[in-house]
């Protein structure tokens, strides 16, 4: 026998729905657009990004600076780990961090679909808090990890100079 009827268990749907988009709007209601850029590489679109902080501008890692990466195919973890460490050797990150660094996002990052969000927010203690669309994946209670992370994109090092330059907003051409 069925305890909720169909009225009661549409409610409770639209209950849950409308909190996890609360959550979602949250995260970057109070914060401010830096810049946004789109990574293509030759003809495929791989996503959308934007970068938000608390004053519209990009005065390096702080509380709140808020890097959202909107795909627009299908990748696997394994994928966003591997280039992630590719960056970050790079970009001569200590090869012991990014063996541990790697661990912990295994635990946290998920396989992203097409039209999915992926979200990085700094905390209070610069710790990395990641999100996948409205869900809360984990957090990375380590600062350098943060730096190292957000440097894959917001570095004058970064792999992808236009795309850095148009998220911290000293390009004002958009790519998408």
Sequence with gaps: MNI?????????????????????ANLTDE?????????????????????YSRTGQYSGVEPELTLQINYLRNIRKNQLL??????????SVNPQNIEQWSMELAEILPDVKRGE?????????????????????GNINDPDFTEAFLSIWLSERSSYPELQAQLIGSNSQKQF
């Design 117 to 137: 969000t992926l979200t990085l927010q700094v905390e209070e203690n610069l710790s990395s808090s990641f999100y996948y669309t409205s869900e809360f994946l």
């Design 4 to 24: 909720l009827s169909k009225s009661s268990r549409l409610s409770l749907v639209l209950i849950v729905l409308l909190n996890s988009q609360t959550l979602w």
């Design 82 to 91: 591997g280039r992630t460490e590719k960056e970050w050797q790079r970009l």
């Design 31 to 51: 914060l401010y657009v830096v810049g946004e850029a789109r990574l293509k590489v030759l003809l495929w679109k791989i996503y959308d990004s934007s970068l």
